[in-house]
């Protein structure tokens, strides 16, 4: 079963696999938007409570700009697959995997102090 589409047949289930990837995005941005409202409103850290907002801060930026990198990347594979075109390679999810990885050893180094 395929959908018409311009010039070429897409199979809706890449079309699906696509928007799952999508929603993947908008959990993870959900996600980091929650920590950042949690973390900022309960977590006490004596003598460190601007760094826990900063922290906190971040991470709800952060959450808005993967929620904006995650609609990016569903568009560049919808026009990809539409247009029958190959999915150019991407340093997204690298640069974002290092970012939260950091981000988390920071609040990890900090809990731990605190």
């Given at each position: 079963?395929?959908?018409?589409?311009?010039?070429?047949?897409?199979?809706?289930?890449?079309?699906?696999?696509?928007?799952?990837?999508?929603?993947?995005?908008?959990?993870?941005?959900?996600?980091?938007?929650?920590?950042?409202?949690?973390?900022?409103?309960?977590?006490?850290?004596?003598?460190?409570?601007?760094?826990?907002?900063?922290?906190?801060?971040?991470?709800?930026?952060?959450?808005?700009?993967?929620?904006?990198?995650?609609t990016i990347q569903w568009r560049r594979a919808d026009r990809?697959?539409?247009?029958?075109?190959?999915m150019n390679s991407s340093t997204t999810v690298v640069i974002?995997?290092?970012?939260?990885?950091?981000?988390?050893?920071?609040?990890?180094?900090?809990?731990?102090?605190?």
């Open positions: 079963m395929t959908e018409q589409h311009g010039d070429s047949d897409v199979d809706y289930r890449f079309l699906l696999a696509n928007e799952r990837t999508f929603l993947a995005w908008m959990r993870t941005a959900l996600a980091l938007i929650a920590g950042g409202v949690a973390l900022d409103q309960f977590v006490v850290v004596a003598g460190a409570r601007d760094l826990v907002t900063v922290l906190g801060i971040f991470a709800i930026v952060l959450g808005g700009i993967v929620a904006v990198l995650g990809a697959m539409r247009s029958a075109q190959p974002l995997g290092v970012i939260v990885a950091l981000f988390a050893l920071t609040i990890a180094l900090l809990l731990s102090v605190g």
